[in-house]
Nanobody, 123 residues
Framework: QVQLVESGGGLVQAGESLRLSCAAS????????MAWFRQAPGKERQFVAF????????YYTESVKGRFTLSRDIAKNTVYLQMNSLKPEDTAAYYC????????????????WGQGTQVTVSS
């Protein structure tokens, strides 16, 4: 099993930045992909970005390209989502996910999930 714990959410104004962290524990050797999803009230959970644990590739949904950046610290088993130029439409609960394979953008593929951290962007 893999446990994921998110942190770093909060309330910011439009144009400001936040950095989310996702710390993995347990059988972290099994992790191949880590990702972030987000879910706004009344909406489905949506893909934001993923990173291969090897660091060889990242992929972002179009709406966050150029504003959000994924990175990982292998020694700390932690993935970071740096979010710049935040917009009110980025407001959502952000969830970290992990998978043992080359998972992509589909919610249902990921094996492990964190509890989420709330990001609220005021206009």
């Amino acid at each position: 099993q893999v446990q994921l714990v998110e942190s770093g959410g909060g309330l910011v104004q439009a144009g400001e930045s936040l950095r989310l962290s996702c710390a993995a524990s347990g059988r972290t050797r099994n992790i191949y992909t880590m990702a972030w999803f987000r879910q706004a009230p009344g909406k489905e959970r949506q893909f934001v970005a993923f990173i291969r644990w090897s660091g060889t590739s990242t992929y972002y949904t179009e709406s966050v390209k150029g504003r959000f950046t994924l990175s990982r610290d292998i020694a700390k088993n932690t993935v970071y989502l740096q979010m710049n130029s935040l917009k009110p439409e980025d407001t959502a609960a952000y969830y970290c996910a992990a998978d043992k394979g080359p998972a992509g953008t589909a919610v249902g593929v990921y094996d492990y999930w964190g509890q989420g951290t709330q990001v609220t962007v005021s206009s």
